[in-house]
């Protein structure tokens, strides 16, 4: 109940005042879901208390949600004082995101600590979040120069395997021009005139073809030339 040296007092001021252990932003939200009433009635919160007042306040019990834990198994291919390979899984992703889910990244670095090492890692190629693969890390500033450089100069070569519809040739090759998107964080092909566009070339070899409930399915090699 107001009392009369509180009335004119708008009702989330008024509130956070009186309820010392609840925020003003979850007075604001339970008043938007109507959890706050006044003399039985909704209210806003510009809306300003009057003496002898009724404020009823029903605050929800706080859901915690089921934390299930991840499997956060490290594959390492080679490993020296240098370099660690690792194979990514599908489904995580190379490097941390906005989000709280393991990256490989952050397991690696994890890895590093719990042995006694020093936790300086260069990530020096990347894969998308969909795919699975071997990832490069530097273990040290000079090993990462070193790979770096090796990579802007395509000494490193890079293969993927995918599966594709239909039946390619052979082998193959294609050209086009990527334009990145920051925002989005997506790339989509455009014009080669288009200002920022990049190009992307690769080479492929078909390895296997089979059909599949009356559709072809086509294994191929690929070997990125660019990027």
Not at 18 to 30: F, G, H, N, P, T
Not at 191 to 212: C, F, M, P, Q, R
Request: proline fraction near 3%.
């Amino acid at each position: 109940i107001v009392d009369i040296d509180d009335k004119n007092t708008r009702i989330d001021k008024y509130l956070s005042d009186e309820l010392a252990d609840v925020s003003r932003s979850r007075i604001q939200k339970l008043l938007d879901e109507g959890m706050i009433t006044v003399n039985n009635n909704k209210v806003k919160s510009n809306y300003k208390v009057a003496a002898d007042d009724i404020i009823n306040v029903h605050i929800p019990e706080l859901v915690v949600p089921e934390i299930v834990p991840e499997d956060i198994s490290l594959d390492i291919v080679y490993e020296d004082d240098n370099i660690i390979v690792c194979n990514k899984k599908a489904g995580v992703a190379s490097q941390s995101e906005r989000s709280f889910a393991n990256d490989l990244t952050s397991m690696l670095m994890t890895y590093l600590v719990s042995s006694g090492r020093k936790c300086n890692v260069h990530i020096i190629n990347r894969l998308d979040k969909p795919v699975e693969g071997l990832v490069l890390y530097a273990l040290n500033k000079k090993a990462a120069a070193g790979l770096s450089a090796l990579s802007g100069e395509h000494a490193i070569e890079k293969y993927y395997y995918a599966v594709v519809t239909g039946r390619p040739e052979n082998k193959g090759n294609y050209t086009d021009y990527l334009l990145k998107d920051p925002g989005l964080n997506v790339s989509c092909v455009a014009d080669a005139d288009v200002s920022g566009a990049k190009k992307a070339s690769l080479n492929y070899e078909t390895i296997e073809t089979k059909e599949i409930s009356g559709r072809e399915y086509s294994l191929v090699r690929i070997r990125l030339l660019t990027g």
